[in-house]
């Protein structure tokens, strides 16, 4: 297979970078060059004086730019550029050029002047890419090292804002103004090759244990950060250009370099050798095959690959902290179905947190590996009372057992403060439990954490206890896997012995309970620097951090951050989180989204993506049958993607607009649910039915959603006023909440349809003919915009943050 190597030549125009194959080397090297060089194409003959000879074939076509360049270097000295391998320097002894194609590259390396990548955006950061390779914050030369920080975290930036477009398509189709012409100006390999240079020089001068990084920690791990970020995309590039493959390699080392130093220094940052990582994951099927090996080991390293049985000695005691409703009957299960016997509380457990329910105590008929008891303490709790456990080190483990109650309990849990202490096992058996796991691994980020998919099943006894527990099967499999040492890997193989019947059983692997032997699910509801956007999408890992609070009277006021979009912390990202995994809990709960490709409903589809402007707006975004708007101006966006790699073949995106940030996060649930589902139908994803067919029947199923999403304890107040504000923003009617609220009926509930179902849709079309006919003709209009978020006003309403 020939050896493929990278042409470098300086030139007062800068950079050229031409790729090639080695056709022979030493002695052959000048005989193969002569008989190449009546063949079509351009051959190169490149001497040492004490070294090997190569004969080099380019890869055509060649810009005439660069064509210009070798021949003008034609007897001076090049670098010759093998991946992997530290640059050899050639003299261009002979340069032999017939019959090939040269072309204009429609790329950087024709450019004669700078190219604006944030032209025409108002206030925006600015971006050059300029004519060698490099960003910079000025058409002029680019700086190097830690003086390119504004220019790379701009560029990381600019590059998170684009999920489907690489370095190939600088420019990608406007969705505000598809009449414009596609820009064609890309990034050429040679020219990646010196972005490459660009990103490397930045991490060596921001590395760990430098001057820079003790001088300004957080600023040089940015750095570094950002120098990672467009890493990535260089090795992403590669899959839409293989001329990239040589530079894509080379990068993935540069990643795997930072990898190694990125750990046991103080001053390093877990957080960001973990995302580089997961981007290394993300790009495997650009990396050759030994960097994919090396790349899935470091991911299970990321791992806790099983308890840590030594540390754990003498009794193990676990906590069982379940809803009154099910603490009876999961007790008499322990002991009918699992033959655990009831002791006496022993004199040193704690006494029960909760006060009004104390411990009742159960000892396994297993032990531990060192064969001392293991012992189950059962408790009823409340969403306020319910992680208590985590703070203290009797405990090794815990199993939460309740009703999610549509999201209302999740949130009371994650609002109590509770320090870890001591290693944990904490098992969630709930109703869709992986749409609230970045809280709890926010919360708890120590703990090995096992979430719940699906809901979680139970039966009921003719005496109304509980007489069956999916979350006890699951939970005593579990603790028989520890008893015997079993790994992560191992307890999930006990787990989905023990789960009972899902939907998602078709998916291989699938358990009910998801744990850390699942590192592409964890990656996906994660989100280490709390900036709103999961891990597994986060293309840029920004620890220049601000926190935003809510301000819950001025929710649809826009306000100036005065940070970046990527910096956003605090309750406001943590809304954005929330948000994202309410649309699952509406897809998994209401029949009107069964349509989705795939039954792409069930699998979690719905993440957080992050927060955009109009200064860095979302990119790639498929609008299918939209109105035009200006992306960058809505008050939220999903970018919906079809892949293979998704369960289900879907992959959304749930961003939200920086400037709104400070809005309630009721209200982000409101907006980002509505803007799912309205893109869902623009793009066919949703459909099904006469009603779901007309305007008029998809805008009163977005009112039978956001009426789903307000059903949580509040004052009626403070819900109805979110319910106009989400009115006005997607310009509907004045429509009753109270008549919307009568369509989910408690035979909706019954049959898990608790965000409206297509009876409900049926039921509310006809109310509103019925009773209220002008709302029901103002619902059926033919005007586009109606039931789509209105662009922000940003002059008129914004104010700076401070």
Same mark, same amino acid.
């Given at each position: 297979?020939?050896?493929?190597?990278?042409?470098?030549?300086?030139?007062?125009?800068?950079?050229?970078?031409?790729?090639?194959?080695? @056709?022979?080397?030493?002695?052959?090297?000048?005989?193969?060059?002569?008989?190449?060089?009546?063949?079509?194409?351009?051959?190169?003959?490149?001497?040492?004086?004490?070294?090997?000879?190569?004969?080099?074939?380019?890869?055509?076509?060649?810009?005439?730019?660069?064509?210009?360049?070798?021949?003008?270097?034609?007897?001076?000295?090049?670098?010759?550029?093998?991946?992997?391998?530290?640059?050899?320097?050639?003299?261009?002894?002979?340069?032999?050029?017939?019959?090939?194609? %040269?072309?204009?590259?429609?790329?950087?390396?024709?450019?004669?002047?700078?190219?604006?990548?944030?032209?025409?955006?108002?206030?925006?950061?600015?971006?050059?890419?300029?004519?060698?390779?490099?960003?910079?914050?000025?058409?002029?030369?680019?700086?190097?090292?830690?003086?390119?920080?504004?220019?790379?975290?701009?560029?990381?930036?600019?590059?998170?804002?684009?999920?489907?477009?690489?370095?190939?398509?600088?420019?990608?189709?406007?969705?505000?103004?598809?009449?414009?012409?596609?820009?064609?100006?890309?990034?050429?390999?040679?020219?990646?090759?010196?972005?490459? @240079?660009?990103?490397?020089?930045?991490?060596?001068?921001?590395?760990?244990?430098?001057?820079?990084?003790?001088?300004?920690?957080?600023?040089?791990?940015?750095?570094?950060?950002?120098?990672?970020?467009?890493?990535?995309?260089? $090795?992403?590039?590669?899959?839409?250009?293989?001329?990239?493959?040589?530079?894509?390699?080379?990068?993935?080392?540069?990643?795997?370099?930072?990898?190694?130093?990125?750990?046991?220094?103080?001053?390093?940052?877990?957080?960001?050798?973990?995302?580089?990582?997961?981007?290394?994951?993300? !790009?495997?099927?650009?990396?050759?095959?030994?960097?994919?090996?090396?790349?899935?080991?470091?991911?299970?390293?990321?791992?806790?690959?099983?308890?840590?049985?030594?540390?754990?000695?003498?009794?193990?005691?676990?906590?069982?902290?379940?809803?009154?409703?099910?603490?009876?009957?999961?007790?008499?299960?322990?002991?009918?179905?699992?033959?655990?016997?009831?002791?006496? %509380?022993?004199?040193?457990?704690?006494?029960?947190?909760?006060?009004?329910?104390?411990?009742?105590?159960?000892?396994?008929?297993?032990?531990?590996?060192?064969?001392?008891?293991?012992?189950?303490?059962?408790?009823?709790?409340?969403?306020?009372?319910?992680?208590?456990?985590?703070?203290?080190?009797?405990?090794?483990?815990?199993?939460?057992?309740?009703?999610?109650? #549509?999201?209302?309990?999740? #949130?009371?849990?994650?609002?109590?403060?509770?320090?870890?202490?001591? +290693?944990?096992?904490?098992?969630?058996?709930?109703?869709?439990?992986?749409?609230?796991?970045?809280?709890?691994?926010?919360?708890?980020?120590?703990?090995? $954490?096992?979430?719940?998919?699906?809901?979680?099943?139970?039966?009921?006894?003719?005496?109304?206890?509980?007489?069956?527990?999916?979350? $006890?099967?699951?939970?005593?499999?579990?603790?028989?896997?520890?008893?015997?040492?079993?790994?992560?890997?191992?307890?999930?193989?006990?787990?989905?012995?023990?789960?009972?019947?899902?939907?998602?059983?078709?998916?291989?692997?699938?358990?009910?309970?998801?744990?850390?032997?699942?590192?592409?699910?964890?990656?996906?509801?994660?989100?280490?620097?709390?900036?709103? !956007?999961?891990? +597994?999408?986060?293309?840029?890992?920004?620890?220049?951090?601000?926190?935003?609070?809510?301000?819950?009277?001025?929710?649809?006021?826009?306000?100036?951050?005065?940070?970046?979009?990527?910096?956003?912390?605090?309750?406001?990202?943590?809304?954005?989180?929330?948000?994202?995994?309410?649309?699952?809990?509406?897809?998994?709960?209401?029949?009107?989204?069964?349509?989705?490709?795939?039954?792409?409903?069930?699998?979690?589809?719905?993440?957080?993506?992050?927060? +955009?402007?109009?200064?860095?707006?979302?990119?790639?975004?498929?609008?299918?049958?939209?109105?035009?708007?200006?992306?960058?101006?809505?008050?939220?966006?999903?970018?919906?993607?079809?892949?293979?790699?998704?369960?289900?073949?879907?992959?959304?995106?749930?961003?939200?607009?920086?400037?709104?940030?400070?809005?309630?996060?009721?209200?982000?649930?409101?907006?980002?649910?509505?803007?799912?589902?309205?893109?869902?139908?623009?793009?066919? +994803?949703?459909?099904?039915?006469?009603?779901?067919?007309?305007?008029?029947?998809?805008?009163?199923?977005?009112?039978?959603?956001?009426?789903?999403?307000?059903?949580?304890?509040?004052?009626?107040?403070?819900?109805?006023?979110?319910?106009?504000?989400?009115?006005?923003? #997607?310009?509907?009617?004045?429509?009753?909440?109270?008549?919307?609220?009568?369509?989910?009926?408690?035979? @909706?509930?019954?049959?898990?349809?608790?965000?409206?179902?297509?009876?409900?849709?049926?039921?509310?079309?006809?109310?509103?003919?019925?009773?209220?006919?002008?709302?029901?003709?103002?619902?059926?209009?033919?005007?586009?915009? %109606?039931?789509?978020?209105?662009?922000?006003?940003?002059?008129?309403?914004?104010?700076?943050?401070?």
């Amino acid at each position: 297979m020939p050896t493929e190597v990278i042409v470098r030549i300086r030139s007062p125009r800068g950079i050229v970078d031409l790729p090639g194959t080695v @056709d022979a080397v030493g002695p052959a090297a000048s005989s193969a060059f002569e008989e190449r060089k009546s063949t079509p194409g351009i051959h190169l003959l490149a001497a040492a004086t004490s070294d090997s000879d190569y004969a080099i074939s380019l890869q055509a076509p060649v810009p005439a730019e660069s064509l210009t360049a070798l021949r003008e270097h034609e007897g001076d000295a090049v670098l010759v550029i093998f991946p992997g391998r530290t640059p050899v320097r050639r003299r261009l002894q002979a340069v032999s050029v017939s019959t090939v194609e %040269v072309v204009p590259d429609p790329g950087v390396a024709s450019q004669a002047a700078p190219l604006d990548l944030t032209a025409g955006r108002e206030g925006a950061a600015p971006l050059w890419l300029l004519p060698v390779g490099v960003f910079s914050t000025s058409p002029a030369l680019g700086p190097d090292g830690a003086a390119a920080r504004d220019a790379l975290v701009t560029a990381a930036r600019w590059i998170s804002s684009r999920r489907t477009s690489t370095f190939t398509q600088l420019f990608p189709p406007s969705a505000f103004h598809p009449e414009e012409p596609v820009r064609k100006e890309r990034l050429s390999a040679g020219r990646g090759m010196a972005l490459l @240079d660009q990103a490397r020089a930045a991490i060596e001068v921001a590395a760990v244990g430098g001057e820079e990084a003790k001088r300004d920690p957080v600023g040089a791990a940015t750095l570094r950060s950002a120098a990672v970020t467009v890493l990535s995309h260089l $090795i992403a590039t590669s899959l839409d250009d293989r001329g990239f493959a040589p530079v894509a390699e080379r990068a993935a080392e540069e990643i795997f370099a930072l990898i190694e130093k990125e750990a046991g220094d103080e001053a390093a940052r877990p957080a960001l050798r973990a995302h580089a990582i997961h981007l290394l994951q993300l !790009r495997a099927p650009a990396l050759t095959a030994a960097q994919q090996e090396r790349a899935r080991g470091l991911v299970r390293g990321l791992l806790r690959e099983a308890p840590p049985y030594d540390e754990l000695t003498g009794p193990w005691s676990f906590a069982i902290c379940s809803a009154s409703e099910f603490h009876e009957g999961e007790c008499r299960i322990l002991v009918s179905k699992y033959g655990f016997k009831q002791i006496p %509380v022993p004199p040193e457990a704690p006494p029960s947190p909760s006060g009004w329910s104390p411990y009742r105590a159960f000892e396994a008929p297993f032990k531990t590996p060192a064969g001392e008891p293991i012992r189950v303490f059962a408790r009823t709790a409340t969403p306020r009372d319910e992680n208590l456990e985590m703070g203290m080190t009797f405990f090794v483990g815990l199993l939460i057992n309740r009703h999610a109650q #549509l999201g209302a309990f999740d #949130l009371r849990a994650a609002a109590v403060k509770v320090r870890q202490e001591g +290693y944990k096992l904490m098992m969630n058996s709930q109703c869709a439990g992986l749409t609230t796991r970045f809280a709890i691994s926010q919360v708890f980020p120590d703990a090995d $954490i096992y979430s719940s998919w699906d809901s979680t099943y139970f039966r009921v006894g003719s005496d109304g206890a509980v007489s069956s527990s999916e979350g $006890i099967d699951c939970f005593v499999a579990a603790l028989r896997g520890m008893s015997e040492r079993a790994s992560h890997a191992e307890l999930d193989a006990r787990i989905r012995q023990a789960q009972w019947h899902h939907p998602q059983a078709q998916v291989p692997g699938f358990s009910q309970f998801v744990g850390p032997s699942h590192p592409l699910v964890v990656a996906r509801y994660s989100d280490v620097n709390r900036d709103g !956007r999961a891990d +597994y999408y986060d293309g840029f890992l920004d620890f220049q951090l601000t926190e935003i609070a809510e301000d819950i009277d001025a929710s649809m006021t826009p306000r100036d951050p005065g940070v970046s979009a990527s910096q956003i912390s605090g309750d406001a990202a943590a809304g954005l989180n929330w948000a994202a995994g309410s649309i699952n809990r509406v897809a998994q709960y209401s029949d009107i989204w069964a349509g989705l490709a795939g039954h792409s409903e069930l699998y979690y589809v719905f993440q957080s993506g992050g927060f +955009y402007s109009h200064r860095e707006p979302p990119h790639d975004v498929p609008t299918g049958k939209a109105a035009q708007q200006d992306l960058g101006r809505l008050p939220a966006v999903t970018r919906y993607q079809e892949t293979k790699d998704a369960l289900g073949g879907l992959s959304v995106e749930v961003m939200f607009h920086s400037h709104l940030s400070h809005a309630a996060q009721e209200l982000k649930r409101l907006l980002c649910a509505a803007d799912a589902m309205r893109r869902a139908f623009d793009l066919g +994803y949703l459909s099904g039915g006469e009603a779901l067919s007309t305007p008029r029947g998809q805008r009163c199923a977005m009112l039978l959603t956001m009426a789903g999403l307000l059903e949580f304890p509040a004052d009626q107040n403070f819900i109805d006023g979110l319910w106009s504000m989400a009115l006005k923003a #997607l310009r509907l009617p004045e429509v009753s909440r109270s008549a919307v609220r009568a369509c989910i009926t408690d035979e @909706d509930h019954e049959m898990s349809n608790y965000y409206g179902s297509r009876r409900g849709l049926g039921q509310l079309l006809a109310a509103l003919e019925k009773s209220d006919p002008v709302t029901f003709e103002q619902l059926g209009t033919d005007d586009p915009l %109606v039931g789509r978020l209105a662009e922000l006003d940003l002059e008129a309403g914004e104010r700076p943050v401070g």
